[in-house]
């Protein structure tokens, strides 16, 4: 199982084919046209450079944060082909294996594996729970939402701000007013001084 060097932490996308043995990385966990599917990419397939680039992406911590990394590795570039993403250079190479989830043993810690369903499972849940625990977060009581406005201590504030409001716009009129005269006076100026 790879290990980070900066944490000791189990890295996250590694798992193992328990038919075959083969090694992959998982780019999506389930696919939309067969959820019981998962996407990867068996990276002891890949040439030297193309295999040490990926696993460098994979190791990161823009990876490392984030459940598939296929979105990723469709916004990272190999040195080798510069002007393809990284999703759809192994595409073209047909590195990229649909396989069936059962299959596929990912090491969460030393001592415990899942598959990417069961991985899929329990995000779905934490996210349920973590919505649940925000709703009741700032849930507004049906008393609070029940309670009418005190009318009479907010009328003189409102009364205040109407009044306010009303002399503003009477010193805007004013204002403008005396920048229309100021305009006219100017124009009149300038063409007494042409003639």
Same mark, same amino acid.
């Given at each position: %199982?790879?290990?980070? #060097?900066?944490? *000791?932490?189990?890295?996250?996308?590694? *798992?193992?084919?328990?038919?075959?043995?083969?090694?992959?990385?998982?780019?999506? @966990?389930?696919?939309?046209?067969?959820?019981?599917t998962c996407s990867v990419?068996?990276?002891?397939?890949?040439?030297?450079?193309?295999?040490?680039?990926? /696993?460098?992406?994979?190791?990161?911590?823009?990876?490392?944060? &984030?459940?598939?990394?296929? +979105?990723? @590795?469709? +916004?990272?570039?190999?040195?080798?082909?510069?002007?393809q993403t990284m999703l759809?250079? /192994?595409?073209?190479?047909?590195?990229?294996?649909?396989?069936?989830?059962?299959?596929?043993?990912?090491?969460? $810690?030393?001592? %415990?594996?899942?598959?990417?369903?069961?991985? &899929?499972?329990?995000?779905?849940?934490?996210?349920?729970?973590?919505?649940?625990?925000?709703?009741?977060?700032?849930?507004?009581?049906?008393? *609070? &939402?029940?309670?009418?406005?005190?009318?009479?201590?907010?009328?003189? #504030?409102? #009364?205040?701000?109407?009044?306010?409001?009303?002399? %503003?716009?009477?010193?805007?009129? $004013? @204002?403008?007013?005396?920048?229309?005269?100021?305009?006219?006076?100017?124009? $009149?100026? %300038?063409?007494?001084?042409?003639?």
């Amino acid at each position: %199982m790879p290990v980070s #060097e900066l944490t *000791g932490k189990p890295l996250k996308h590694y *798992g193992q084919d328990e038919v075959s043995k083969e090694r992959y990385v998982v780019i999506a @966990l389930q696919n939309d046209t067969d959820p019981d599917t998962c996407s990867v990419i068996a990276y002891d397939r890949l040439d030297s450079d193309l295999r040490s680039e990926l /696993l460098a992406v994979v190791n990161s911590d823009e990876c490392q944060h &984030v459940p598939e990394i296929w +979105k990723i @590795l469709d +916004k990272k570039f190999f040195y080798s082909y510069p002007k393809q993403t990284m999703l759809q250079v /192994l595409r073209a190479l047909r590195q990229i294996q649909v396989v069936d989830q059962a299959r596929v043993r990912i090491e969460i $810690t030393p001592d %415990m594996t899942m598959t990417p369903k069961e991985i &899929v499972n329990a995000i779905n849940i934490y996210e349920a729970e973590k919505s649940q625990r925000t709703a009741q977060k700032f849930h507004v009581s049906d008393e *609070g &939402v029940k309670t009418p406005l005190a009318e009479n201590a907010n009328n003189e #504030e409102i #009364e205040s701000m109407k009044t306010r409001i009303t002399n %503003m716009e009477t010193q805007i009129n $004013t @204002l403008s007013s005396n920048i229309s005269d100021l305009i006219s006076a100017l124009k $009149t100026s %300038m063409t007494k001084n042409e003639e």
